[in-house]
């Protein structure tokens, strides 16, 4: 077998690796680039390898970095299958489409205020095009060993993370490989543990938070700390999450806080109609997560939900304390980048991210201190306080990842250690050499790797 890096190498999103046997040529995962420009230009740029080439396609999970490249792929030719689990392909169902339709209404609006080098600029594919690739989804089990073909199987577990998130175990002729996707974290209220490690000649290993902990603070009290805060100074608590997931996380807390009476009674919006979609995918896959019927019910019920684009726009002039969960978690797209540009600008407002932010988006920036970011060619003030919950993350710290490590039983030849930033990636690299004594790489952009046989 041979295996190419050709995204999350060194970075954490754009997941693309190509894995090649003597009759197939399997991509796993297909995620877009988001972030910095030099790499969000790779979406744009030819992928080395032949989209009609590849026999088909395995996600690990739905978020769009490990997903949002599949449409452009069928679009460039890709014909085959598309294997994922059920959940998977549901959560795929709402946001890919929705993925195509931010890049229609980014070119769009570039388009319409001529901020865009391009004439005209163009979307990196469209809704139709999204709801094309969905056709090429095939179902595969957790635990089920697939066969790809008469020599390649693919078995499924599950990863946490999010719904339906699964580590992805390859066998071609006793040789086996394990690329562990985007590992959650234990004990989380929602997501289910990670399948502990088995024997593999090869790994793939996330890194995101190497180098990193999680704080051990309780995410309730703190949550309710700046809402009663922010309700104190009469602000809006503005909260940007990824709609999957975290957004059903959030709105748990919350709705624990208000039971308690922790927190007062002020109304909180669920402004993403893909989150509200995900919500109900939850309420479908009841044996994937840890909730209750009734957990998931109140849960649910704690939000109004605004779906139409005027309801979400008569947020940014209400003037009463509020929270409001809106897509993306990284402030790359979506609704909250029209409520950044409403509640940055007030010192009574706090802008709280709840997960990993990317270099170069607008979310790092501003947990970086940024004093204005730039949103549709405007720079916005920022005077709202800025927090982080970097304990709600849906990703395992880098204790998390060691102590999936250690599960593993028997030491894999090589071990891979892609989707982190560099000092991550590298911090993650010396302690599983120190703690475990395991060989492992970094790889790059590009890099192929032999993956030999015993
Ligand atoms: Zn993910």
Same mark, same amino acid.
């Given at each position: 077998?041979?295996?190419?890096?050709?995204?999350?190498?060194?970075?954490?999103?754009?997941? =693309?690796?190509?894995?090649?046997?003597?009759?197939?040529?399997?991509?796993?995962?297909?995620?877009?680039?988001?972030?910095?420009?030099?790499?969000?230009?790779?979406?744009?740029? +030819?992928?080395?390898?032949?989209?009609?080439?590849?026999?088909?396609?395995?996600?690990?999970?739905?978020?769009?970095?490990?997903?949002?490249?599949?449409?452009?792929?069928?679009?460039?030719?890709?014909?085959?299958?598309?294997?994922?689990?059920?959940?998977?392909?549901?959560?795929?169902?709402?946001?890919?489409?929705?993925?195509?339709?931010?890049?229609?209404?980014?070119?769009?609006?570039?388009?319409?205020?001529?901020?865009?080098?391009?004439?005209?600029?163009?979307?990196?594919?469209?809704?139709?095009?999204?709801?094309?690739?969905?056709? +090429?989804?095939?179902?595969?089990?957790?635990?089920?060993?697939?066969?790809?073909?008469?020599?390649?199987?693919?078995?499924?577990?599950?990863?946490?993370?999010?719904?339906? %998130? %699964?580590?992805?175990?390859?066998?071609?002729?006793?040789?086996?490989?394990?690329?562990?996707?985007?590992?959650?974290?234990?004990?989380?209220?929602?997501?289910?543990?990670?399948?502990?490690?088995?024997?593999?000649?090869?790994?793939?290993?996330?890194?995101?938070?190497?180098?990193?902990?999680?704080?051990?603070?309780?995410?309730?009290?703190?949550?309710?700390?700046?809402?009663?805060?922010?309700?104190?100074?009469?602000?809006?608590?503005?909260?940007?999450?990824?709609?999957?997931?975290?957004?059903?996380?959030?709105?748990?807390?919350?709705?624990?806080?208000?039971?308690?009476?922790?927190?007062?009674?002020?109304?909180?919006?669920?402004?993403?109609?893909? %989150?509200?979609?995900?919500?109900?995918?939850?309420?479908?896959?009841?044996?994937?997560?840890?909730?209750?019927?009734?957990?998931?019910?109140?849960?649910?019920?704690?939000?109004?939900?605004?779906?139409?684009?005027?309801?979400? =726009?008569?947020?940014?002039?209400?003037?009463?304390? =509020?929270?409001?969960?809106?897509?993306?978690?990284?402030?790359?797209?979506?609704?909250?980048?029209?409520?950044?540009?409403?509640?940055?600008?007030?010192?009574?407002?706090?802008?709280?991210?709840?997960?990993?932010?990317?270099?170069?988006?607008?979310?790092?920036?501003?947990?970086?201190?940024?004093?204005?970011?730039?949103?549709?060619?405007?720079?916005?003030?920022?005077?709202?306080?800025?927090?982080?919950?970097?304990?709600?993350?849906?990703?395992?710290?880098?204790?998390?990842?060691?102590?999936?490590?250690?599960?593993?039983?028997?030491?894999?030849?090589?071990?891979?250690?892609?989707?982190?930033?560099?000092?991550?990636?590298?911090?993650?690299? +010396?302690?599983?050499?120190?703690?475990?004594?395991?060989?492992?790489?970094?790889?790059?952009?590009?890099?192929?790797?032999?993956?030999?046989?015993?």
């Amino acid at each position: 077998m041979k295996l190419t890096f050709y995204g999350a190498a060194n970075t954490v999103t754009g997941s =693309k690796a190509l894995l090649e046997t003597a009759n197939s040529c399997v991509m796993v995962d297909c995620g877009i680039y988001q972030g910095l420009k030099e790499l969000r230009l790779r979406n744009w740029a +030819q992928l080395p390898v032949k989209a009609s080439s590849i026999d088909c396609v395995v996600l690990t999970h739905a978020h769009i970095d490990h997903s949002g490249y599949l449409p452009l792929l069928v679009k460039n030719g890709f014909s085959g299958p598309a294997y994922v689990t059920e959940a998977t392909r549901d959560l795929c169902k709402i946001l890919l489409p929705d993925s195509g339709y931010l890049h229609e209404k980014d070119a769009e609006y570039a388009n319409k205020h001529n901020f865009s080098k391009h004439s005209p600029a163009l979307p990196l594919y469209t809704q139709d095009d999204a709801e094309r690739s969905l056709k +090429q989804f095939q179902v595969v089990d957790f635990n089920h060993v697939f066969d790809l073909d008469d020599q390649l199987t693919l078995t499924f577990r599950p990863a946490g993370h999010i719904l339906g %998130a %699964a580590q992805a175990r390859f066998e071609h002729e006793g040789t086996s490989i394990l690329f562990s996707g985007d590992l959650g974290r234990t004990h989380d209220p929602l997501t289910v543990d990670p399948a502990p490690g088995e024997q593999v000649d090869y790994l793939v290993v996330e890194s995101t938070y190497g180098g990193r902990s999680h704080s051990k603070e309780d995410p309730e009290t703190l949550l309710a700390e700046i809402i009663n805060r922010t309700s104190g100074r009469g602000g809006t608590v503005l909260i940007p999450s990824f709609a999957v997931g975290r957004a059903q996380l959030i709105m748990y807390y919350l709705m624990r806080l208000k039971d308690s009476g922790r927190i007062p009674d002020l109304p909180i919006f669920l402004d993403s109609p893909m %989150a509200i979609n995900a919500s109900e995918i939850f309420r479908h896959h009841h044996r994937l997560h840890r909730l209750n019927e009734n957990d998931v019910q109140r849960t649910c019920n704690i939000a109004i939900y605004t779906q139409s684009v005027e309801a979400s =726009k008569s947020l940014g002039t209400n003037p009463m304390p =509020k929270v409001i969960i809106s897509a993306s978690g990284m402030a790359t797209g979506g609704r909250v980048l029209h409520h950044l540009k409403s509640f940055c600008p007030d010192v009574r407002n706090t802008i709280l991210f709840v997960g990993f932010q990317a270099p170069g988006t607008r979310g790092e920036k501003m947990l970086e201190g940024a004093r204005e970011i730039k949103i549709h060619g405007r720079q916005i003030p920022i005077r709202a306080e800025v927090q982080c919950l970097d304990m709600l993350s849906a990703h395992a710290d880098e204790d998390g990842i060691m102590a999936w490590l250690k599960s593993f039983t028997v030491a894999p030849r090589m071990t891979f250690i892609n989707h982190g930033e560099p000092p991550a990636a590298t911090s993650l690299h +010396q302690r599983i050499e120190a703690e475990l004594g395991w060989t492992c790489r970094v790889p790059n952009y590009c890099d192929t790797f032999e993956l030999n046989s015993r």
